[in-house]
């Protein structure tokens, strides 16, 4: 599916970001993450192997939590769930950290703020569908 221009924008805004990946028995493990996007993919970096990553790695399926700082006609806090299917990439996350720390941080941060951080996981998200509440739904609430 391909990105609409409002989630770009929504994105590159620099929003809270909720990232959902199913633990092995079933459950939702749900972590803030700085996310980008790559193309027609979301992305996402990670320096350690952690749970949302061996979450991945077992079971592809994850939800991005997306929160606007603008409200729909009716007043409601605009939002956009995305759901797809992430797939893990060894090394690049040092890299793609310093890119979002610009956006989450600020121009001329350095992330992560240590010598030689290890390569760690970049997440490749493909989006499948999008819900919530704004211009991207193409409904009126």
């Known amino acids: 599916m ?8 929504l994105i590159e805004s620099g929003c809270p970001a909720h990232l959902v990946t199913l633990n092995q028995d079933g459950s939702p493990q749900v972590t803030l993450v700085w996310i980008g996007v790559d193309g027609d993919e979301l992305v ?11 979450n991945i790695e077992r079971d592809p399926r994850v ?34 950290l310093q890119k979002l720390a610009e956006i989450y941080i600020g121009p001329g ?16 998200i493909r989006v499948d569908r999008i ?4 211009p991207w739904t193409g409904r009126p609430v």
Do not use: C, W
Request: charged share 20%; hydrophobic share 35%; net charge neutral.
């Open 2 to 9: 391909k990105i609409p221009q409002e989630i770009r924008n």
């Open 44 to 54: 996402a970096a990670h320096l350690p192997r952690n749970q949302k990553v061996r």
């Open 63 to 96: 939800a991005i939590s997306l929160e606007a700082d603008t409200k729909s006609s009716m007043g409601l806090t605009e939002y956009a769930v995305l759901y797809g299917e992430a797939h893990i990439q060894k090394g690049g996350a040092p890299e793609l």
């Open 109 to 124: 941060v350095k992330f992560p703020p240590m010598d030689n951080p290890p390569t760690g996981y970049v997440t490749h």
């Open 131 to 134: 819900e919530g509440v704004g």
